[in-house]
Structure formats: C-alpha cells, structure tokens
C-alpha cells in the first residue's frame, strides 16, 4: 500500500506539474490569440530558414508545441478538429534567435533595466529566443527568466549572461578583472547562479581571457566577447565560441597595436581594409577553422552615421516622451557633425559579413539596444534583416542568418531555428511577402512560441511610452 501510495502520488506531481508548465497567468493569457493544440496555418509562403528557397502555398501543421508537418496545402492531411488558419498572402518564417538582445537599454543619458518593455517587444516583433550578451543586472535577468519559462510572464526564452568582465577600470556594473583568478572567480560564481553564457569586454587581457574560457568550458558554458585589448585571432587562438560587432571591434589589422592593449584610433585602420586582403581572409581562416561565429549587430551602429536609420514613429511611439526627447537631441548633434569616419565604417562592416560568409562562416544577428536609444528591442532585429539585404545577402539568407544561424551557436538547433518537422513551434507570422516588400518583416501579426500564439499587436500596445522607463 504505502509504495503504491507513493507512485501515485509522484504520476499526480508529474502530471500536475506538466499542466502547470502549460498554463499561462492571467497577464500573459491576454495577449494569446490561439493556445497551444492541433493549429493549421494554411495557403503560406514558407521561408523555412534552412537556407532552401521560399515555398508557396504550404500548410504547417502544429500539434501542441511542435511541428508536425510542412508541405503543400491539399497535400498535408488535417486532423479532424483541427483549428484552421487561412493565410493567403502571409509569410511564415521561424522565430528570430537574437543573439546580442540585452534585456537593459541606454540613451546618452540613462541606463536601465527594462523586464517589462524589452522581453515584450521581443516577441511582439517575432523573436522567440535571445541571448543577453552581457548583462548589468544579471539577478533580475535570471529571475525574468525563470517567470517567463513558467508562463509568468510575456517574453522569449532568454539564455542569460554573467556580467560584463573586463580588464582595469570599466563601469560599476562590470566585473573589472585584474588576474587571471579574478577572471575564474567570477564565472565560477555565476556559473552556479545559473548563467548561460559569459560576455568578454574590451579591456580584457589574454591571460584573463583565457582564464574565464577556461573555467567556463570546465562548467559546461561558452564565452563571446566584445573586445579591443585582445584582436579576434588571439582570442580565437585562446578557445572563444563566439565573436560580436564583427569588423567594428576587431584589432587584428592595427599595425601599432601592443598586446594587451586596446588601440586608439584603430577604427582609422579599419576603413581603409580590403575584405580580400589575405589579413581579413586569416582572420576568416582561423575562426571557421576554429568553428567561432560572428554576431552582426549592424542596426545599433547604423545610428552613428547621420540621419540613419530611417525615423519610424512606432519606434517614437514606444520611447517615454524624456527617452524620446534625448533620442532626437542626440540624432540631430550626429547629423550636425556629420562624421564621415562612420559612414566608410558602416560599409566595411557590410563588406565584412557578407565576405565572411562567403568564406564559409557562420553569421548571426542581434540588435544590441544601447548605443543612443534610437535600435529598439525586438524592432532593431527586424532593422538587422534589412540591413543584410543592403549587404547583399538575399532574404532568404538574411533569413537564416538571423534564425536558423543564431540557433547553431546556442546549441539548440536539433529544437529550433528553423521550420521542420519534429522541431518545436517558434514561428513569425508575417502580412506580405518580405522577398518581393523586405519591409513587410515589420508586418508581424502572430507570434508562436512553443506551439502559443502570441497576438503582436495587443503586444506592442501594452509598451507604449514605456521604453526607458519599464
């Protein structure tokens, strides 16, 4: 009696806890427009993020919160009771994996954690999945989390980062390293909070570096860096997974750079660089040889060069009336200045991606919030798409590299970041067709997270005038 008491006692705790992770609160139910089932999104053009072309006239077939068929509409067979979904003139592309998607945000004038604003235009704008890429508050980064894994909150799933570590003096919220120990110390500590990944930062050292790799690697985690003391092939030779800002912080080409040692002015270098040249190509070799991709995060450098990006009043529409005023102030002292540096910059690095794809590599996206305010959660990944295609990749590619590229390097590709069967339900669903109207990338109606989806309008109607504040 009492063993049978006891398993029935753990079936009810499974079951039970299996229901729980099913259900929603009240404050998330409220922006879901279909739960999770049997749902057929029918007549859609597939862009499936594999890198395969676009198909037309396809049915996907969700049962509860994975895919269970893809193929042409008439041809995939429907369960009775099935909830059916025409959408003629729609595209549906997998979720977008932001990986440079921090859940705080700066202007010239204020910094702050945003764990309503940020995770909800997140999603709202069709990325299901980020990785924080460094954090300042990397408790409540957690805990954000942990709510929303358990339908507490509106949000992707989040792969939280440990706090920014650099070398010498930096910010208050950076871990400032001044040996190697200090480097174990800190990713040892974080690493049994509970962190996904660390984030180098630019005053780092190689012994320092590689110290925090180390360690990193002997807990099972990865580390990316934002660097400048250390070039891209050092830090390739020290075991890093991941690179980010591609050619915009890379000290590979500076001639006058002293190791250790972040140069002054190596931006100069930088625009003057032939992507053939056989340094860029080395500096190619070694991270493809070495398996390192890259995080592209074109659209929060774009506001550096005069009257770039294009306004768009939504963006306006979600700052709080002071963010939105430091906004424009800061937007219009750039055009006055008028710096040429970063026009010739923001080509380069266009030039850059792109070659280093070409080379075989493995390119990724994020938006990267901070800078001056102006590249929004969620809407500065959409941005990103655009600005592949001004690189001169196609949709279809551009479509890969922010969704199916960002999975391979969380690891978490056999699940997501792409439309297949067997792989769970992280879908975007787009009015218009983004190969013929790229611009039709903002037109986001639905989001699926997980077989859930998720109304973007009612979304992005909860954070206006929000951003910068909450």
Same mark, same amino acid.
Do not use: C, M, W
């Given at each position: 009696m009492r063993r049978t008491f006891i398993l029935f006692?753990?079936?009810?705790?499974?079951?039970?806890?299996?229901?729980? $992770?099913? $259900?929603?609160?009240?404050?998330?139910? $409220? +922006?879901?427009k279909y739960e999770r089932g049997t749902i057929a999104l029918e007549n859609v053009t597939v862009i499936d993020g594999t890198g395969s072309p676009a198909s037309h006239g396809q049915t996907i077939?969700?049962?509860?919160?994975?895919?269970?068929?893809?193929?042409?509409?008439?041809?995939?067979?429907?369960?009775?009771?099935a909830e059916r979904i025409d959408f003629t003139d729609h595209t549906v592309i997998p979720g977008l994996i932001g990986l440079h998607d921090h859940t705080f945000y700066t202007t010239s004038k204020r910094e702050i954690q945003l764990n309503f604003s940020a995770p909800m235009l997140y999603l709202a704008s069709g990325v299901t999945t980020i990785r924080t890429t460094g954090s300042i508050a990397p408790y409540a980064e957690l805990s954000l989390k942990r709510t929303i894994d358990r339908g507490a909150a509106v949000g992707p799933k989040i792969f939280a980062t440990g706090p920014y570590m650099t070398g010498g003096t930096g910010m208050g919220n950076e871990a400032q390293l001044k040996t190697a120990e200090d480097a174990r110390r800190v990713v040892k500590y974080w690493a049994e909070e509970g962190v996904s990944w660390f984030k180098a930062y630019t005053l780092i050292s190689r012994d320092e570096l590689g110290a925090a790799i180390d360690e990193a690697h002997k807990h099972g985690l990865k580390v990316t860096g934002h660097l400048c003391s250390v070039s891209f092939k050092e830090a390739v030779a020290l075991g890093?997974?991941? #690179?980010?800002?591609?050619?915009f912080t890379n000290t590979d080409y500076d001639p006058d750079k002293q190791p250790d040692q972040c140069p002054e002015g190596f931006r100069t270098v930088l625009a003057e660089m032939d992507m053939s040249s056989p340094d860029v190509q080395e500096t190619f070799k070694a991270m493809i040889d070495a398996g390192v991709g890259m995080t592209s995060t074109l659209a929060v450098y774009e506001m550096f060069i005069p009257n770039r990006p294009p306004l768009e009043q939504r963006v306006l529409d979600a700052m709080s009336p002071e963010v939105r005023q430091e906004f424009l102030q800061t937007r219009a002292q750039i055009s006055e200045q008028n710096n040429q540096l970063w026009g010739k910059l923001f080509e380069k690095a266009l030039e850059f991606d792109y070659a280093f794809v070409q080379a075989g590599g493995t390119l990724a996206a994020g938006v990267d919030p901070t800078?001056?305010?102006?590249?929004?959660?969620?809407?500065?990944? $959409?941005?990103?798409?655009?600005? #592949?295609?001004?690189?001169?990749?196609?949709?279809?590619?551009a479509v890969q590299i922010i969704s199916a590229n960002g999975a391979k390097i969380l690891g978490i590709y056999d699940d997501t970041g792409s439309i297949e069967?067997?792989?769970?339900?992280?879908?975007v669903v787009i009015a218009g067709d983004i190969e013929v109207n790229p611009g039709?990338?903002?037109?986001?109606? +639905?989001?699926?997270?997980?077989?859930t989806g998720f109304d973007s309008e009612l979304m992005i109607e909860a954070v206006q005038g929000l951003v910068g504040i909450q």
């Open positions: 006692f753990l079936l009810a705790f499974t079951v039970n806890l299996v229901s729980a $992770q099913e $259900q929603f609160s009240a404050n998330v139910s $409220q +922006y879901i077939l969700i049962e509860n919160s994975r895919i269970s068929a893809v193929g042409p509409a008439g041809e995939v067979v429907i369960p009775e009771g890093i997974d991941n #690179l980010e800002h591609g050619f800078g001056y305010g102006g590249a929004l959660p969620g809407y500065g990944d $959409q941005r990103n798409f655009e600005l #592949l295609l001004e690189g001169g990749f196609t949709p279809v590619e069967v067997g792989k769970l339900a992280d879908l039709s990338i903002r037109n986001v109606l +639905y989001v699926f997270r997980e077989g």
